[in-house]
Each structure stands twice: as C-alpha cells, then as structure tokens.
T-cell receptor
Framework: DAKTTQPPSMDCAEGRAANLPCNHS???????VYWYRQIHSQGPQYIIH???NNETNEMASLIITEDRKSSTLILPHATLRDTAVYYC????????????FGTGTLLAVQP | NAGVTQTPKFQVLKTGQSMTLQCAQD?????MYWYRQDPGMGLRLIYY???????DKGEVPNGYNVSRLNKREFSLRLESAAPSQTSVYFC?????????????FGPGTRLLVL
C-alpha cells in the first residue's frame, strides 16, 4: 500500500471550512483513498473514500487531484465536535484488506 | 443496533497473567479485526478474520491468539501478558472484502500490564 504524508496538526475556526491535505505520490491505479477520524479515546470512524472522482457525503467532501498524487478532505462547517485526529489511508482491497494507519493530522477546531 | 461492542473497557494485569478481550458485532458482518494503538501512534493490525472459521496474522501477532467463535464474536487472548502489550485494543468489523468495504470500530479496551 502506498505511503501517505499529512501535516501533524492544523487549526480551524468554528463554522469555517476545514481543509485537510494528504500527499500520496506513489499511489497505484487500483488504490483507493480513505479517510477516517479518531475523536479522543474513541475508536476510529469512517468518513469517506474515493478512487479518482471527487466524492461528497453528509460528513465531508473528498477532492482528489487529477494525477491522484494528493487529496483534500473538506469539512464544510467545522464544529468543536470535529476536533479529532484525521487519518488519510491509501489501500488496495486485497487479501488482507487491512488499513495502515499513519500518525494522521490533529485538527483543533477553535471557538 | 449496538454496532461493535468490546469488553472489558479497562483492565490491569500483572506480567505473566492471561486474559481474553471480547468483541461482538450485530451488523452481520463477515470480517472482523483486532488492532492495537500505542500512545501517539496509529493503529496496527494484530489479527483478522475474513470470514467465520478463518483467522490470519496481521502486522504484530506475536504474543496473541484469536478465536472467531461465530459470525458475531471475535476474541483476542493474551496468554502471558508483558508490559510491551500495554496499549489500547480496538476491534473492528466490515461487511466483506469488496471495494466499498469500510470498517466499523468498537470503543476500545485499555490494557495496562505492570
């Protein structure tokens, strides 16, 4: 599975959009980009995933560049409850189907 | 639906003691997983079960055993606990190996080995 690079931390004002970047320059054509988050002391929570098209759901939007070497997770109106560690994961659905978690980005939403 | 449940929530063990961490899911998922998370780190896969009756090693299986008791339940056993196994343990489940598969996590078990 390809390696991802994320900034260790980011701040965002409450009510503003939070844009979390992720670099995955070695991504392969059959690898998906997944985003999970982990609110303090809780189990990780799935947010969104995509292959090459932009995706949107009730939680967030995922923008993947045309060359697929980077992506951005967008939380359109961040709230204090969105403070969490956000993990960008690139994975092939294969024999193990495992998630490889890096250290993620700690998003701190400020009042 | 309760989703994925784990017991116990907290446990303190002495070195050499054994214990079993329990995990159950009520989503009729085929696949289940055990991860550990050390302070300041991401999760690492210990064991997984692709379907009822099968189990396989993940990244860090040493010192652990697992049992897929039935489709709902997947337990993790520490036969002789060591301080290096102090961690937070998360169980997860997913519907299948398909491309749309996502994993759902339990609340975690916090284990301290003295």
């Amino acid at each position: 599975d390809a390696k991802t690079t994320q900034p260790p931390s980011m701040d965002c004002a409450e009510g503003r959009a939070a844009n979390l970047p992720c670099n995955h320059s070695t991504i392969s054509g059959n690898e998906y980009v997944y985003w999970y988050r982990q609110i303090h002391s809780q189990g990780p929570q799935y947010i969104i995933h995509g292959l090459k098209n932009n995706e949107t759901n009730e939680m967030a939007s995922l923008i993947i560049t045309e060359d697929r070497k980077s992506s951005t997770l967008i939380l359109p109106h961040a709230t204090l409850r969105d403070t969490a560690v956000y993990y960008c994961i690139v994975r092939v659905v294969g024999a193990t189907n495992k998630l490889i978690f890096g250290t993620g980005t700690l998003l701190a939403v400020q009042p | 639906n309760a989703g994925v449940t784990q017991t116990p929530k907290f446990q303190v063990l002495k070195t050499g003691q054994s214990m079993t961490l329990q995990c159950a899911q009520d989503m009729n998922h085929n696949s289940m997983y055990w991860y550990r998370q050390d302070p300041g780190m991401g999760l690492r896969l210990i064991y997984y079960s692709a379907s009822e009756g099968t189990t396989d090693k993940g990244e860090v299986p040493n010192g652990y055993n697992v049992s897929r008791l039935n489709k709902r339940e997947f337990s993790l056993r520490l036969e002789s606990a060591a301080p290096s196994q102090t961690s937070v343990y998360f169980c997860a489940s997913s519907e299948s190996w398909g491309t749309q598969e996502t994993q759902y996590f339990g609340p975690g078990t916090r284990l301290l080995v003295l």
